[in-house]
């Protein structure tokens, strides 16, 4: 082939790059695929078609019949025989390198949990939930009665008072009404607002109450929100939200290697050294039983905005003496992380990590075997991929956890264990917990990777035969009232909760959270069930199997790309907006000076700014090297991780990310170290923090001005 015959094929490559360009943006209305050049997002667009075509409901559901036929909770020996059928499945499906990692992580089962009024009438809860002829798994002999992980063992016998949601300010009102829960049973609902129930466990315990009754009251999660159980998808009058305890808001994982891996062989704290571990009984209960209770009760009304969904008078206190007993099993038991991957063609050391947690309070119908159903869809389509010669260029690596419910602990060990490995491979954590509840997508992301999620979405077809976009958009008018923009649709406050905690608080790497739901009054109940989901959640399958499609898209798009969609322009305006929130609560301004940290914040945007625009003109202009693109990759990369402060947030090093962490309540909270001292009016550590913040800031933008120059360079 002489010079001027490379030279014409060239031009007429980039004639025709451009021809489509433009009919992409302007006949199918396709904008540019964020960090594909053109002919690599033609192919990227093919291969996510296929892939798209290939999860099927038929197929999801049976996954779901399998996962939901026993109660499968943490270190059971039928969640632990499905370790062993996942890793299988993955063997069959073409999935390499499946591995089985076991930790040996303090349990907690209870050998016998009781409630009973002793005054002034006799009534012993059943604690157990009613089965309905309709569901016969409601009436399999193993779901267990309701008990909580991590309650305290013990037995007491003392009056009972209420205390509404069980939130710090409730124990004000209580103590401004002269009430004392020393030494008392204390029995509040789930919400109202909602709090985790770890949380209200510890501050019952700080407050000095000798038990704790956590009861589902109708109007949050029942016949207040609508029909019920079996006819509707509210919780009836005997379920449970069962559910643990544990301080996790301190540290998660095993309470006995906190901040190591629970190996076989690891160094064990003694529990009482255990800072996750609560001192305090606690029972919950279904409104059925907790009625009596109540109704009882002949003291001091409770305020009007503490009255429930009962047909009855809430009082504070009178009357009602309570023996509760707790005797539980704390042995150190296995858990199994369930791993395999998919090996990059061209970058097998750089990582999309996929993950769900297997472990379930009982069947687990939405929480998490749907989410489990639609990563096996997903793992089958990604292995018939790989059969098909489209590997993908870097490697996907996908995870079962367990003992997520117990304490976020198979995903919080695996991340200890493999710390530095991650930090040095991981490009993104993709977390799906229940995929499906409902239609409605709630994705959540760290705000670099929410304009990715937006322009996914416009690809991906919804049930309806719209774009997941059109879908998603209406969804979120619906729900918020007004219109939303672009840039508000993904949720960039991300709490705790779930599995993507070690990865973006301890190890810096980005995360995504991806979810469909709906009206959903069952949770962590028995009735979270098969029947539940083929009646009320997704009895098509279709919502499980949109899941698979979109995790797997987002998979492919991140693995595959020249460049990594990043968006750190995005992240800045982010930034910027949790600065200005903390800067306008009442008294900052005059006490904390955060000039600087504004000033670097929206240097960082702007240099993120910069390099969108130098990575789209060297795509757009196919002039891109190689290694010039592995260096910008790396840098890109290394962004997350420069938000960590490797001493962690004041009073919780386990926790290191400057810009997210979660309340005790698992709600989320921004700049937490900053926002904590300013809220305990601490304000030289606040000074402290904001520098470590304002450091950061530096460090990364200049790690994307390096990015920047390295394109330009190439040019
Ligand atoms: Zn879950």
């Known amino acids: 082939m002489t010079i001027r015959q490379t030279l014409r094929r060239k031009l007429i490559a980039a004639m025709t790059t451009a021809s489509l360009f433009v009919i992409n943006l302007t006949v199918f209305g396709q904008a540019a695929m964020t960090g594909y050049s053109a002919q690599a997002a033609r192919a990227e667009r093919d291969t ?18 399998f996962l939901t036929s026993e109660p499968h909770p943490a270190g059971s020996p039928r969640n632990n025989e499905l370790a062993r059928h996942i890793a299988q499945v ?128 109708p109007a949050e999660d029942g016949e207040g929100r ?28 095993d309470p006995l290697t906190p901040g190591w891996a629970a190996t076989p062989d690891a160094r064990r704290i003694d529990i009482k050294e255990a800072r ?36 009855i008078k809430y009082r504070l206190t009178g009357a009602v003496r309570v023996h509760v007993k707790a005797d539980m099993d704390t042995s150190v038991m296995p858990n199994y992380v369930v791993e395999a991957r998919l090996r990059g063609a061209e970058f097998p050391d750089e990582w999309i990590v996929c993950g769900n947690h297997r472990d379930a309070w009982e069947f687990g119908g939405v929480d998490p075997s749907s989410g489990t159903a639609s990563m096996l869809e997903m793992t089958r389509a990604l292995g018939e991929l790989k059969r098909q010669g489209l590997r993908p260029r870097r490697t996907l690596v996908v995870c079962s956890w367990d003992g997520e419910e117990v304490a976020l602990t198979g995903s919080t060990e695996w991340g ?30 760290v705000a670099s990777l929410a304009p990715l999620l937006v322009d996914l979405s416009r690809a991906v ?9 059109e879908e998603w958009r209406a969804s979120a008018r619906e729900s918020k009232k007004t219109n939303i923009s672009d840039a508000q649709l993904v949720d960039v406050r991300i709490g705790s ?67 990594l969609p990043f968006d750190f322009a995005a992240y800045g305006r982010s930034i910027g907006e949790f600065v200005a929130e903390l800067q306008g609560k009442p008294g900052v301004k005059e006490r904390l000076d955060l000039q600087a940290v504004m000033r670097r914040t929206s240097e960082f945007a702007t240099e993120g700014t910069r390099l969108t625009r130098a990575v789209e003109s060297a795509l757009a202009a ?29 009073n919780r090093p386990w926790f290191k990310h400057l810009l997210y962490a979660a309340r005790y309540t698992y709600a989320h909270l921004e700049l937490p170290g900053l926002t904590e001292a300013v809220e305990s009016g601490d304000w030289t550590v606040a000074a402290e923090q904001a520098r470590l913040l304002e450091a950061a800031l530096v460090k990364n933008t200049a790690l994307l001005r390096q990015a920047h120059d390295e394109l330009s360079k190439a040019k």
């Open 48 to 65: 996510e078609a296929r892939f798209a075509r290939l999860p099927s409901p038929d197929e999801a559901r049976k996954h779901h019949r």
């Open 90 to 217: 993955w063997q069959q499906q073409g999935w390499e390198d499946v591995r089985v990692h076991r930790y040996d992580v303090l349990s907690s089962y209870p050998k016998e949990v009781a409630v009973e009024m002793v005054a002034p009438v006799a009534f012993k809860a059943s604690l157990r939930e009613d089965a309905y002829a309709v569901d016969p798994d409601t009436s399999n002999p193993r779901v267990r009665s309701g008990y909580l992980g991590l309650s305290a063992s013990g037995d007491i016998t003392a009056p009972l008072v209420y205390a509404h949601s069980g939130n710090p300010e409730d124990y004000q009102l209580l103590r401004r009404r002269g009430i004392d829960v020393r030494g008392k049973i204390v029995i509040v609902r789930y919400s109202n607002p909602y709090s985790y129930r770890g949380f209200k466990a510890l501050t019952a315990e700080r407050e000095g109450a000798a038990a704790l009754i956590i009861y589902s009251d």
């Open 226 to 253: 609508g029909k019920v159980y079996p006819e509707g998808p509210w919780g009836p009058a005997s379920h449970i939200q069962r559910g643990a305890i544990t301080y996790d808001f301190i540290v998660p994982g």
């Open 276 to 311: 996750s571990v609560p001192k305090i009984i606690a029972v919950p209960m279904s409104w059925k039983d907790a009625r009596p209770l109540l109704e009882n009760m002949n003291g001091e009304e409770a305020p009007r905005d503490w009255q429930g969904g009962l047909p």
């Open 416 to 445: 200890e264990q493999f710390a530095d490995e991650l930090q040095q491979k991981a490009v993104a954590y993709l977390n799906v917990d229940s995929s499906a509840s409902g239609p409605n997508f709630q994705p959540s992301a």
């Open 461 to 469: 077809r919804a049930p309806s035969g719209k774009s997941l976009y």
């Open 497 to 563: 909760g779930s599995d993507h905690t070690v990865f973006l608080n301890h190890l810096g790497v980005p995360v995504v959270g991806l979810e469909f739901d709906g009206p959903y009054g069952v949770y962590h109940s028995m009735y979270d069930d098969f029947y539940w989901m083929n009646h009320f959640g997704d009895p098509g399958y279709r919502y499980h199997t949109l899941m698979s499609v979109v995790w797997g898209t987002l998979a492919l798009r991140l693995a595959n790309a020249d460049l």
């Open 622 to 650: 196919n002039q891109l090297d190689r290694q010039a693109a592995a260096r910008v990759n790396q840098s890109i990369r290394q962004v997350e991780q420069n938000w960590l402060n490797p001493d962690g947030i004041p």
